[in-house]
């Protein structure tokens, strides 16, 4: 009886681990909250110069985007595709507020984006 509780003891606690290191260490580093918008062709382009001294095209944006909710957030990024996101596109867009960047963006149909950031999208 006491081997099998010290097994469940153990299992217990190798399954708990990998929980624990995306909670405490995965989820607050690399995961982040979805905001919506839609990028029409307001972009500012930078000339930079790669590592090697060659230019290349930047394209920022500076874009209000709503969480699922409808509330407003100022986002900063850039199309990191090396030409302008295509204009009048809805984006979803992954930022991670303890890192005070975006993460990732995606282009969603309009469908895909909630009512309540459509609606703040739209007003």
Known sequence: MNKKIWSFLVVGIILLIPILGYELWYAPN???????TFIGDSYQ???EKDDSGNDFHAYYYNQKS???DGNEKLLKFNSA???PIKPDNFIKITYNEKRGRVLSWEK???N???TKSLDAINK
Not at 30 to 36: E, K, L, P
């Open 30 to 36: 690399y995961a982040g909250d979805d905001y919506y």
């Open 45 to 47: 382009e930078v000339i």
């Open 66 to 68: 709503f969480d699922k």
């Open 81 to 83: 595709i090396g030409r």
């Open 108 to 110: 969603v149909q309009k």
């Open 112 to 114: 895909e984006v909630p």
